[in-house]
């Protein structure tokens, strides 16, 4: 990491960059509160459904993806849980493990919602590089040139 003093050009960057990611955290906040779930919910949901390899996930998966405390996640599981949104079962390879799974009502939210954050994902090419840009655009029409789309605006 340089000790050099950061450029104007360098904070009009950052700037740009969080306000582009805080417009897109509060599109995510209304329309999450449009289906009736906060967005901690839909967080829950989306990596539920988006955990690489399965279909379910633990707690203590779902707290680093989170970034929360274990108990923190386990109440978010109960709120969703009485929402008929996500079910828990007992792990099958260590029984002392709890997995989550989505349950029909929490497929159909989360695969609504997701569309809806893609699309809004999608309009930010070029304000900030998204990481797996092209695996959402599907069809390769997101694709950048390297260096494009970066919060310089190089």
């Known amino acids: 990491m340089s000790n050099k003093n950061l450029s104007k050009k360098e904070f009009e960057a950052l700037s740009r960059f969080r306000y ?6 509060r599109f995510s906040e209304e329309i999450t509160r449009q289906f009736g779930i906060t967005h901690l919910q839909y967080l829950l949901l989306l990596h539920i ?17 989170l970034q929360s405390h274990h108990h ?8 969703c849980e009485k929402l008929g949104l996500v079910y828990r079962q007992q792990g099958t390879a260590d029984r002392r493990e709890v997995e989550v799974h989505l349950t029909t009502a929490g497929e ?3 695969g609504k919602l997701a ?10 090419q070029g304000v900030f590089q998204v990481p797996g840009m092209r695996e959402l655009a599907g069809d390769g029409e997101a694709e950048m040139q390297d260096g494009e789309g970066e919060a310089g605006g190089k």
């Open 115 to 124: 569309r809806l954050h893609r699309d809004e994902l999608l309009k930010l």
């Open 108 to 110: 159909k939210a989360v």
């Open 72 to 79: 923190g996640v386990v109440s978010l599981v109960s709120r």
């Open 49 to 65: 459904k988006g955990y690489r390899g399965r279909q379910w996930a633990t707690i203590g998966e779902l707290a680093e993806l």
């Open 20 to 25: 582009q990611l805080r417009r897109f955290l």
